[in-house]
């Protein structure tokens, strides 16, 4: 139990898990993925004010690794937004579409002009 006296004005407490190994602040942290040309993935350790590079150099190939997205780590949007497409085939079947298609065409083709033909 020791508390610190004089609190520092950046100090953000996170949770006591693994805070109290050093005596320093504990600056929040974030990881960001770099993918290097090698097809191999590291994290680096970034202070979360930090810009993100968009590259790194990876430390096992000496290459340029290029940051992967990791803006939002939610897999909930993930899902696929439905279309126009998809919410007209909940309610029609594709014979169902086919035969209005072809009702439609036919009333334009009788609406049109028919072209000169030689
Ligand atoms: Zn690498």
Redesign the pocket.
Known sequence: MTRDPKPTPKTVQLGRTTAGVEDREPAPRRRQRYV???E?E?AVPLSADAAVPDTWE????S?R?RAAEVDNPTPARRKRPRTHWDMLLERRSIPDLERLLNERLALLKARRQPPPNT
């Open positions: 290097c040309p090698h191999h590291f990876c430390p096992h190939h290459t690794a």
